[in-house]
Each structure stands twice: as C-alpha cells, then as structure tokens.
C-alpha cells in the first residue's frame, strides 16, 4: 500500500548505508529478508537482491504475491519465500481494499503456483478480518493451498503410482 507505507520517509535508510552494513556484517549475518509493505513494488529491487547475492548473503522475500510476472524474474535468487495470502479469491477485493479488476487472488495463485514448480522453500500465510472471511474462508483457502501442494509434489504422485485403487463394497 503505496499510501500508507511511503518509500522515503524521515529515519529511513539510503540503499548505500544499508549495503555498508551489509559488507561489515558478512561474517555476522547469513541472509536478508526483502519486505515491507510489498518488496515487489519496487523497481530496483533485483539489483539490490543481486548485489546482497554477491556478498554471499542467502536471500528470502515476504510477498503478497500480486505481481507473479515480478516474483518469476527474481525466483532463481531465493531462498526461501513468504507468501501471504489475504483471502479466498472471490474476497480478495475486500480484504485488500483494491479493485475487483487488479485480480489479487488470481495473481496470488499465480505466484503460489510459481513457487510450488520453483523448487525455492517457501511457507503460505493469512492473516483475517473476521468482518470480511469466515472460518469456513479460512479452511477452504488451507485445503486449496494443500491439494495444490499435492499435485505438484513428485513424492506424491510417485506414491500415488503405487496406491492401489479403493474398491467400492
């Protein structure tokens, strides 16, 4: 939310002072976590992950996930990804407060989808506001994130290739 978390404000740090820290801190330090409001938005932000990259830090992103054609040019320097997700599709414009048209559901499946054929580690959280999703939100959203898992996960169809079919009585 571009309007609530403005990207130059007063006690913020200049890219440069923080990648000074970053090169003193080299052998304190094993990652940075890119976040904040939506890392994605930003137009340098694949430089500054290049450059962390090089001073050999591993690199992990909290993301809501909206801009998936973003998230797939960046996938190869990750290592590990959040990605959160507001709400069941159909509620997306709700929970968000954004416009029906921008899509934010489809674009989070989207990028749940590039992350689950990536191979990067990743973990899919929610917040809710209980004035917009329900429980039964709640549980629908777990149960479509866990098939999704399943169908792309090559241990499961292997396992799956040795399961015997369910006779029905």
């Known amino acids: ?33 890119f976040s904040g409001g939506e890392p994605l938005l930003q137009t340098h932000l694949k430089k500054a992950m290049e450059e962390v990259k090089a001073l050999g830090y591993e690199i992990a992103l909290h993301t809501s996930g909206v801009f998936p054609e973003r998230l797939k040019e960046i996938l190869p320097l990750l290592s590990w990804v959040g990605l959160d997700f507001k709400a069941v599709p159909e509620k997306y414009d709700v929970a968000s407060g954004t416009v029906s048209e921008f899509k934010m559901g489809k674009r989070a499946i989207e ?10 580690p990743f973990e899919v959280r929610t917040t809710t506001d209980p004035r917009v999703i329900t429980k039964e939100d709640v549980l629908r959203r777990s149960l479509d994130c866990s098939n999704m898992a399943f169908l792309h996960a090559p241990l499961f169809n292997l396992a799956m290739k040795r399961v015997a079919p369910i006779r029905q009585s």
């Open 111 to 120: 990028s749940l989808d590039l992350l689950l054929s990536s191979g990067v």
């Open 1 to 33: 939310n571009g309007a609530l978390q403005p990207t130059e404000v007063q006690g913020s740090v200049s890219w440069q002072e923080a990648y000074d820290f970053l090169c003193r801190r080299k052998k304190l330090l094993d990652g940075v976590v």
